[in-house]
């Protein structure tokens, strides 16, 4: 089966903090894609980095890091020195097998100024 | 624009009426999908096409829902005799694929469905 689970429900940290949203997935397939959206409180999914299971370089985006481990089947999210624009609800998802997106629940990270 | 765009962006439904939704993907790309997302919760699959063909329906799509891509570019999702919970946010998203891997899907606003 495949699954994604996002264990934080809701995340408060004030501005400037660093904070690291988990996920972790489950497959028995060899090759497997992973992503994270953000949800705005406007509602719009919108797409911040695919990783291929081949590739376990972590990944910076500016203030945005991602750490891939297949050992312990993780991929997880780091912004660093969080903005109040950064509030949203973030998404970790696996391609399965129909090429659909199989989500987490997400977590909803709130930046207080 | 050239982003996806769903219509209507709201639709409030009295039970058992049917309903339809449109979707328009960005015009290059041949995969088009539909989600569903209820509350506190992630989206979920409910069908997709490549080109004009409906290649995978969920489980999650009952025989109350059909969805059409008739000439490879918009999409239409219909549910006929609405139930109070098929209220949700449902999400269409468009992606272009290719043979080195799945490119990433590109979502709409969605579209928020509330059955009275």
């Known amino acids: 089966a495949q699954k994604v689970t996002q264990a934080q429900t809701e995340i408060s940290v004030v501005e400037k903090e660093d904070v690291t949203l988990d996920c972790v997935y489950e497959?028995?397939?060899?090759?497997?894609?992973l992503f994270w959206y953000k949800q705005p409180p406007s509602g719009e999914l919108v797409f911040l980095i695919r990783?291929?299971?081949?590739?376990?370089q972590n990944e910076i985006s500016g203030r945005y890091s991602w750490n891939f481990q297949k050992s312990t089947s993780s991929f997880n999210f780091t912004i660093t020195a969080s903005q109040v624009v950064d509030s949203a609800v973030y998404f970790c998802?696996?391609?399965?097998?129909?090429?659909?997106?199989?989500f987490g629940k997400g977590t909803k990270l709130s930046v207080k100024p | 624009d050239t982003g996806v765009s769903q219509n209507p962006r709201h639709k409030i439904t009295k039970r058992g009426q049917n309903v339809t939704f449109r979707c328009d993907p960005i015009s290059e790309h041949n995969r088009l999908y539909w989600y569903r997302q209820t509350l506190g919760q992630g989206p979920e699959f409910l069908t997709y096409?490549?080109?004009?063909?409906?290649?995978?329906k969920s489980r999650l799509l009952s025989d109350r829902f059909s969805a059409e891509r008739p000439k490879g570019s918009f999409s239409t999702l219909e549910i006929q005799r609405t139930e109070q919970g098929d209220s949700a946010m449902y999400l269409c998203a468009s992606s272009l694929a290719s043979d080195i891997g799945p490119n990433e899907q590109f979502f709409g606003p969605g579209t928020r469905l509330t059955v009275l």
């Open positions: 497959t028995r397939d060899t090759t497997y894609y």
């Open positions: 096409f490549q080109n004009e063909a409906q290649l995978e």
């Open positions: 998802a696996l391609r399965g097998s129909q090429g659909n997106l199989i």
């Open positions: 990783r291929n299971s081949f590739d376990e």
